[in-house]
């Protein structure tokens, strides 16, 4: 059974920077490209940031780019998030997603599977 | 940059009505790269159909998806009480890569 456990989510002040992590498990980590998708309090979703399987490929909404980084260590089954310059708009739940994998291009492949996700709250 | 509007924001039904989602694309999808998701209150969002009408794994076939281009449809055949949750479509291979809509709340009526 997959499963992907997010952790690292706080309270933390504007400007300030958090490390997110996700435990996989149940699958071959290293096959899939992973990504992040975030949701506000109440709203709805929004993709933050991908990465293919070997690291060879990143990828970032405009909305963080430049402030977040996306890693992956397929040693230790894991991804990461590292968000700095944090703002009061990047307040969320962030979820680590695994995509369907396959052939095709990873930018053509939606997520079948998702984590519970990890608060993030910025606010001084 | 392409944008996903759904409508209704919310549907009010009865268990056994017939449930239609829309997605409208303020440009053409690529390829019809379209997902529908399900998420219910304290979960995860849920794969249900990829590639516009392809269902995900042990997705029941009273879920079902259509459209090309811009309209995009998700159909619940008859409402079970599980299926009242809120619903998101995404596109994939398009800058931005991957984008939601707002979603669409189906409520018991």
């Known amino acids: 059974e997959v499963q992907l456990v997010e952790s690292g989510g706080d309270l933390v002040q504007p400007g300030r920077s958090l490390r997110l992590s996700c435990a996989a498990s149940g699958f071959t980590f290293d096959d899939y490209a992973m990504h992040w998708v975030r949701q506000a309090p109440g709203k709805g979703l929004e993709w933050v940031s991908g990465i293919t399987w070997n690291s060879g490929n990143t990828d970032y909404a405009d909305s963080v780019k430049g402030r977040f980084t996306i890693s992956r260590d397929n040693a230790k089954n894991s991804l990461y998030l590292q968000m700095n310059s944090l703002r009061a708009e990047d307040t969320a739940f962030y979820y680590c997603?695994?995509?369907?994998?396959?052939?095709?291009?990873?930018?053509?492949?939606?997520?079948?599977?998702w984590g519970q996700g990890t608060l993030v709250t910025v606010s001084s | 940059e392409i944008v996903l509007t759904q409508s209704p924001g919310t549907l009010s039904l009865s268990p056994g009505e017939r449930a239609t989602l829309s997605c409208r694309a303020s440009q053409s999808v690529s390829s019809n790269y379209l997902a529908w998701y399900q998420q219910k209150p304290g979960q995860a969002p849920r794969l249900l159909i990829s590639g516009t009408s392809s269902r995900a794994t042990g997705i029941p076939d009273r879920f079902s998806g259509s459209g090309s281009g811009t309209d995009f449809t998700l159909t619940i055949s008859r409402l079970e009480p599980e299926d009242f949750a809120v619903y998101y479509c995404q596109q994939y291979g398009r800058s931005p890569t991957w984008t939601f809509g707002q979603g669409t709340k189906v409520e018991i009526k």
């Open positions: 997603a695994k995509d369907v994998g396959g052939s095709i291009s990873w930018y053509r492949r939606p997520f079948d599977s």
